[in-house]
């Protein structure tokens, strides 16, 4: 149906640089999500994308067109908030309508539209009520449907599911993604929610601070995050980053005399990564910690969770640092035991503390 | 540190029964959860507790103690609201220091002094001491919220939903400190939520209100492994639990009328209908499993990835570690674990067995 | 799925016509915003220009056609406004002007008017009741309208809806309306014309206002803030002055003012109720008259007198009214 590009495309309001120039190409029929902390320029570059505001320099190309300086009717995008924005006067129906009755399609169109529509998302039934005595999640269904209706080149989607309470969320999260799936429609979707952005994107664009810190499959943002940024964002809970110095294929750790020695096929990376200085970030996710009586490294339990099907045990390995590592539920460990574990090997990462950038190993693991 | 009773406590407001006939309760030491969606009651009975609001009928006791004629300044609790519990006007060390100052206390400066520098200590913001609130991130404040029921050692300590306003990461962390200070502190702690995962992670012991009932009260394993109602159920435990209409045909269960065949278990005596609820762990596939279906999406989470598997009617919610590799489409088998398998009937009560 | 390398933007595209530049415009528009203001600006305040510009006129100046912009200052206006004075006789004219050695700069000033000074003028006297009875009244109001306004936003009180809407109707009479019967009422009572009477009557007057204002204020407070303080360990009352008044500023020193500057303007109710003993200033000020009729330059230097206290307590309360001229809308 369509692709989208940004090249340079930045905003500034006034002093404040909210979106730093920044490149993305998304191809037809992608599910591409912005995800960041709040205030990290998601929603302007959303906006941006669709019309609602100005680009401060750069150009947006939409199928190959400059759309740039195009009126937002002119993009044929749908736009879907984080509040659903129904229009209380009118029935789903004809809320539902509204997008096409504004084109001017005929009454058999409409209908047979709306009908399709409302359909795909089960709401047939509440075609007569109005927004006002929906629940939540029907009323997103709603605000859904109306953007579908148009069958638009492009489904831009700001917090969708924002105002949900959580159980709700993990259903209309799996909805939307079918949605896609049966569609394919072009989709930008912003959330702050890890998890939402994990499970939905096809590619996931993590922000930070006005710029863009990586783009990925989900797959590569949790196994390869580029920075300690994102190593810590992504993953409930992130990474674990532990900071030592490097010396002859064995990092120190800062307190529990903890010495890590460096898994094969690291060494000339970490040499041409550190660029000669000792200082060193280890990552690993909670659930590379294999915990082991004769483990290398040793932490001291600070609390332990039970999170329904597994567990995840807090230990600190000095004063600063807790790290978490994830272990069967059904075994009870009181504050203050000592745990012995070891790093899964292969999945081990390794960062340079000055740059924040994640060191690269030899070849490709 | 106090042993708190409630005994067949009912609140109605005009129109409302938000408390019918609850009764638990939280023992020395202990860290219980309140968890229930909203409207169920839950702030209510911590405002009982705190003596805010007056109870229709029933009883309060603080280790056997009969609290009801006794004022809220008088019943020794610390209270941490959701928002709006810093009082905007003060620095962050009057906050912390004003429990201290009541005429109740009578505490001396200097001992507030060394009070408030060692609550500040334990929770890391030494260095915000003399900030205004108003210029502090959520975490801060909620920090300092935290603190002012610390700093004087209460009877109990009331929470209601301090997390809920913060960002995922904040609230990762806060509730992993909370859990620490708790055990290390020993204090009794009534905690109050809608979120399921904190209730699992931090809680010694959780009761389930809905609509003003306590429906179960339990280990946090009691209620994911032994839910009492398909409300608990489907409220704790994420992915939500599977959970379909099955039929009982001569020892054999058949679910939402497609070719998942079971057998029934041998102690248990089912009706013809009732419901079944599958904890997506419990589905797990197998190249040589006995069961398949279709992959129609997968959401993968990081840690592990969610399939929704099609079979004829059924849509069947799996996990499996790490980030998978199948494709939309792929047909995939699968065994279900039967000894898991939870048994409801039409009316949503659990069988017992 | 096509990527860009084979049909993206780089073969050559029509650019679009650009609808929605928005930055010169917007520009444009600002601009043309600032001028528009300051027009609208320079129209309300020339009625102020102009009086402040005859307080500093002499007579001959204020009735010369057409008003002159460009003149010479003088404090004629004042000399007119604060004292009593009488006419020389042109024989002791002369022989003031020939030996003005000893005088000081007002005597000299009257002297040039022909006139020697006999002492202060009653105007004195009425800015000084102006003082005493808008502000005792001013602060009445505002800590009678607090208490109220707390009992009323956090208590349950049988007919508090019919109550609110009473404490409202008082004011919605126009004052002429009651002036009469007032008048009567006080004759009765021996009010007419005492500070007490006048100090009663705006303090009723602006208690509903205040009441109304202040509960909108304190509403706004949430109560969970005192509802800690109680289980902190404290009694109301304290929470009331620890928690609730140093989050109320704002609405009081908004109320503090409006409160004042009613009072402190108040014309219909002084005229008929005063006379000589607690006239305020406004009637005063309209009735000030001159050897030939209305002295406009001493009007002119009293109301510019006049105006100074409140906006003197405006200024000094700014940062508080800005947030709380807004009745809470804006604040956090
Ligand atoms: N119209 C505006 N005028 C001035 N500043 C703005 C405007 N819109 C956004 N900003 C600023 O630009 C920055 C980026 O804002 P944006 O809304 O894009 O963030 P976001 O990533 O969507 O955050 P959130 O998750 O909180 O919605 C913020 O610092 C914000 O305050
Ligand atoms: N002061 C009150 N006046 C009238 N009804 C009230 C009052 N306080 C609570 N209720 C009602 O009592 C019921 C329980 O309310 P409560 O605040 O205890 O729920 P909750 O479990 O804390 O919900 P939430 O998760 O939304 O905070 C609700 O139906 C609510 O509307
Ligand atoms: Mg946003
Ligand atoms: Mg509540």
Not at chain 2, 23 to 40: I, M, R, Y
Not at chain 2, 245 to 259: E, M
């Amino acid at each position: 149906m369509s692709t989208i590009e940004l090249r340079q495309v930045e905003k500034k309001f006034g002093d404040l640089h909210a979106v730093k120039p920044l490149d993305l190409t998304i191809q037809d029929g992608e599910f591409i999500v912005l995800l960041g902390p709040s205030g990290c320029g998601k929603t302007t570059t959303l906006r941006m994308i669709s019309g609602l505001e100005t680009v401060s320099g750069g150009t947006i190309w939409l199928n190959g067109r400059n759309v740039t300086w195009l009126h937002p009717s002119a993009r044929d995008i749908a736009f879907v908030f984080q509040f659903y924005a129904l229009y209380p006067h009118l029935t789903v129906w004809r809320n539902i309508a509204f997008p096409l009755q504004a084109q001017g399609e005929s009454r058999e169109t409409v209908d047979k539209r709306v009908t399709e529509v409302a359909q795909l998302l089960r709401i047939e039934h509440l075609l007569g009520a109005h927004p006002g005595q929906l629940s939540g999640g029907d009323q997103q269904r709603v605000a859904l449907a109306r953007a579908l209706v148009r069958r638009p080149a492009a489904f831009l989607m700001d917090e969708p599911l924002g105002a949900l309470d959580a159980d709700f969320r993990e259903s209309m999260r799996s909805e939307i993604k079918r949605l896609h799936v049966l569609q394919h429609a072009t989709t930008v979707y912003v959330t702050h929610d890890q998890i939402e952005a994990m499970a939905m994107g096809d590619r996931i664009v993590v922000m930070s601070e006005a710029a863009i810190q990586q783009i990925g499959t989900p797959s590569d943002v949790y196994n390869d995050p580029s920075n300690l940024f994102v190593a810590r964002f992504i993953g409930s809970p992130g990474m674990n980053l532990v900071p030592g110095k490097y010396a002859d294929r064995v990092v120190q750790m800062a307190g529990l005399d903890n010495r890590y020695a460096v898994p094969q096929g690291w060494h000339t990376a970490l040499n041409k990564g550190l660029d000669g200085g000792s200082d060193i970030v280890v990552g690993f996710r909670p659930e590379a910690a294999q915990i082991n009586d004769r483990g290398s490294l040793v932490g001291k339990v600070y609390a332990s969770e039970m999170q329904g099907s597994s567990a995840v045990l807090h230990l600190t390995i000095n004063e600063n640092e807790i790290i978490h590592i994830r272990t069967d539920r059904l075994i009870p460990y009181p504050i203050d035991t000592l745990i012995h574990f070891d790093i899964n090997p292969q999945m081990v990462r390794f960062f340079n503390p000055k740059t924040e950038a994640a060191i690269k190993p030899e070849v490709a693991q | 540190m106090s042993h708190v009773e409630l005994q067949h406590i009912t609140k109605n407001f005009p129109g409302v029964t938000a408390l019918e006939d609850v009764s638990f309760d939280v023992k020395d030491g202990e860290f219980f959860v309140l968890l229930g969606p909203t409207g169920a009651g839950k702030t209510t009975t911590l405002r009982a507790i705190a003596g805010l609001e007056h109870q229709d009928a029933g009883s309060i006791l603080f280790d056997g103690e009969l609290m009801d004629n006794v004022t809220p300044s008088d019943r020794d609790v610390a209270l941490v609201f959701q928002q709006y519990s810093l009082y905007p006007t003060m620095s962050v060390f009057d906050n912390l220091a004003f429990p201290l100052r009541s005429p109740l206390r009578r505490t001396s400066v200097e001992e507030i002094r060394k009070k408030v520098e060692e609550t500040a200590e334990i929770l890391h913001i030494s260095h915000l001491l003399k900030r205004k609130t108003a210029h502090l991130s959520g975490g801060e404040m909620q920090r300092v919220s935290i603190g002012r029921a610390i700093v004087r050692s209460p009877r109990v300590f009331l929470m209601d939903e301090p997390l809920s306003n913060l960002d995922a990461k904040l609230r990762e962390a806060l509730r992993v400190e909370l859990q620490h200070l708790q055990k290390t502190q020993g204090s009794t702690t009534l905690f109050v939520t809608h979120d399921q995962i904190e209730a699992l992670t931090m809680a010694d012991r959780i009761g389930v209100l809905n609509e003003g009932k306590l429906i179960q009260v339990g280990t946090p394993e009691d209620i994911y492994d032994r839910p009492s109602t398909t409300f608990i159920a489907q409220l704790v435990g994420s992915p939500r639990i599977n959970l379909y209409n099955a039929q009982q045909q001569d020892g054999t269960i058949t679910i939402c009328d497609s070719d998942i065949h079971m057998p029934a278990p041998k102690d248990g005596k089912l009706p013809a209908d009732f419901q079944v609820g599958l904890r997506p762990e419990d589905v797990d596939l197998d190249p040589n499993g006995i069961f398949s279906g279709q992959l129609v999406l997968a959401e993968p989470l990081g840690v592990e990835t969610i399939l929704h598997i099609q079979s004829n009617k059924c849509t069947l919610l799996s996990i499996v570690p790490g980030i998978s590799t199948y494709h939309l489409g792929d047909l995939l088998k699968f065994n279900i674990a039967y000894e898991h398998i939870h048994y409801f009937g039409l009316n949503g009560d659990r069988f017992k067995s | 799925m096509a990527s860009f390398e084979e049909t993206g933007p780089r073969t050559p595209v029509v650019e679009p016509t650009r609808v929605d530049k928005v930055h010169p415009r917007a520009k444009l528009g600002k601009s043309f915003r600032v001028i528009l203001t300051l027009i609208v600006t320079f129209i309300m305040i020339i009625p102020v220009l102009v009086m402040i510009m005859t307080a500093f006129k002499s007579r001959a100046d204020i009735v010369t056609p057409p008003p002159k912009v460009l003149f010479h200052p003088t404090l004629e206006g004042f000399l007119y406004l604060f004292t009593d004075r009488s006419l020389f006789s042109p024989s002791n004219l002369e022989a003031a002007r020939a030996n003005p050695g000893n005088l000081d700069y007002w005597q000299k000033l009257a002297l040039s008017v022909g006139q020697k000074i006999n002492g202060p003028s009653d105007y004195v006297g009425r800015l000084k009741n102006s003082v005493i009875i808008a502000g005792t009244s001013t602060i009445l109001s505002v800590i009678l309208g607090l208490f109220a306004a707390y009992a009323f936003s956090r208590f349950k009180i049988a007919g508090k809806d019919d109550l609110l809407f009473f404490i409202l109707s008082t004011r919605m009479l126009p004052g002429v309306v009651v002036t009469i019967p007032l008048f009567l009422l006080y004759k009765q009572l021996g009010w007419n014309d005492t500070h007490i009477g006048m100090i009663i009557l705006y303090t009723v007057f602006n208690l509903s206002f205040s009441v109304w204002l202040l509960k909108g204020f304190i509403d706004e407070i949430p109560i969970e803030y005192e509802e800690a303080a109680l289980v902190d360990g404290y009694t109301r009352l304290q929470a009331f002055f620890k928690i609730v008044l140093p989050q109320a500023v704002n609405g009081i020193a908004a109320t503090t003012v409006f409160c004042l500057i009613f009072a402190w303007n108040e014309y219909a109710f002084a005229l008929m109720l005063t006379s000589q003993k607690a006239r305020t200033a406004p009637p005063s000020i309209a009735t000030m008259l001159g050897s030939g009729g209305l002295e406009w330059s001493a009007i002119a230097a009293g109301s510019l007198g006049f105006l100074i206290p409140v906006a003197i307590v405006t200024f000094v309360l700014r940062d508080y009214l800005l947030r709380g001229v807004t009745f809470g809308a804006v604040r956090k």
